[in-house]
């Protein structure tokens, strides 16, 4: 399988490279007649993906224990007797509004890369066994609960069962970037995943963002990278991503932006020299999504640049396919 993603990626650069003007050619974009993308509009793209990914489910609160099977076949299991509404019992319908994203693609179209906050506060790359959104809703209103819930996640939708796996909780900031913070069972509060058999078995304390990782592991010396978009496209309109070579379930993010020099980066210098990797810039263009992918090599301090002229076309499942065709 492997092999044939590797084929698979190397046919699509080649085609990118002989469909897209020289680079030299391409040092004015303004010989390019696109209007960038508000960010309106490319919150609404990456918004249309997440619903895309979206499963709902139904249930009265007084059935009690009651398991859903999502589409890729995550066991559910939810106390309907521990759901809350400003601390009181609920009774009658619930809805449950689901997510899980288990490749790379789907994590760029919907934003929700793995970057894994360190102890003292950088960000790195996180290797996932899937991740998850779960919510509960009454007549529009978020629920709580007071017993948590289980989510059963058959390892082999990642690869093979890895122990050293733990549970990560979601924050999303104002500016939409999501950062997964791991939870520590020794705090006391329950939250948890362990491996047996075949699966993953996740605890969580409460409804959102949770997420099955692993720090990624490397270790060359780090080093901080820049990347630099089009003419006209920044933090809001746009965002740049990191494919790691040989990796299928992890998505690094360049989440900081320098308006002044129009630069993304990671800012933590948190990426190996020597990473063979691809960088994939994205917007939104008329409904679709506006993107280029470069391999690299990193180097220490490295700049990428890209160009409208290196920038085609593709519907979100056009896109994902090629994000999960990399090497």
């Known amino acids: 399988m492997k092999t044939l993603k590797t084929i698979f990626g190397t046919l699509f650069m080649t085609t990118l490279l002989f469909t897209s003007c020289d680079p030299q050619d391409n040092d004015n974009d303004s010989n ?18 997440l619903a895309n990914h979206t499963q709902n489910f139904n249930f009265n609160a007084e059935d009690g224990n009651v398991t859903f099977n ?14 809350t509404l ?3 019992a609920v009774t009658g319908n619930v809805e449950i509004e689901y997510v899980e994203l288990f490749d790379k693609g789907s994590m760029l179209t919907t934003n929700k890369p793995t970057m894994g906050e360190l102890p003292n506060g950088d960000k790195a790359l996180l290797i ?37 796996m733990t ?42 963002w949770s997420n ?9 010396p780090k080093t901080q990278i820049q990347v630099q978009p089009p003419v006209g496209y920044h933090n809001l309109n746009s965002s740049v991503y990191l494919s790691y070579d040989g990796e299928d379930t992890g998505l690094a993010a360049l989440d900081t932006y320098d308006g002044n020099l129009n630069i993304f980066s ?25 993107y280029a992918i470069k391999p690299v090599t990193i180097v220490a ?8 002229g290196e920038t085609t076309t593709g519907t979100e499942a056009s896109l994902t396919t090629l994000i999960n065709g990399l090497p």
Do not use: M
């Open 167 to 208: 549970l990560w909780e979601g924050d999303i900031d104002a500016e939409d970037n999501l950062t997964w913070d791991e939870v520590d069972p020794a705090t006391g509060q329950g939250g948890g995943v362990f491996t047996e058999g075949d699966n993953y078995y996740g605890l969580l304390e409460g409804f959102g």
């Open 128 to 164: 996932s066994g899937g991740e998850f959104f779960v919510e509960a809703t009454q007549n529009g209103t978020p629920l709580d609960t007071n017993c948590g819930l289980q989510l059963i996640i058959p390892a082999n939708l990642t690869g093979s069962p890895d122990p050293a």
């Open 212 to 220: 099955v990782d692993r720090f990624y592991s490397d270790p060359r």
């Open 86 to 88: 400003n601390g009181n």
């Open 32 to 49: 390019y007649q696109i209007t960038p993308a508000t960010a309106q509009e490319f919150k609404n793209l990456k918004e249309n993906a």
């Open 301 to 308: 301090n490295g700049t990428i640049v890209f160009t409208l």
């Open 266 to 290: 990671e800012h933590y210098g948190q990426i190996p020299i020597g990473l063979e990797c691809h960088v994939i810039f994205v917007t939104e263009d008329n409904g679709v999504w506006r």
């Open 70 to 83: 999502s589409a890729n076949g995550v066991q559910i299991n939810i106390n309907g007797n521990c759901l």
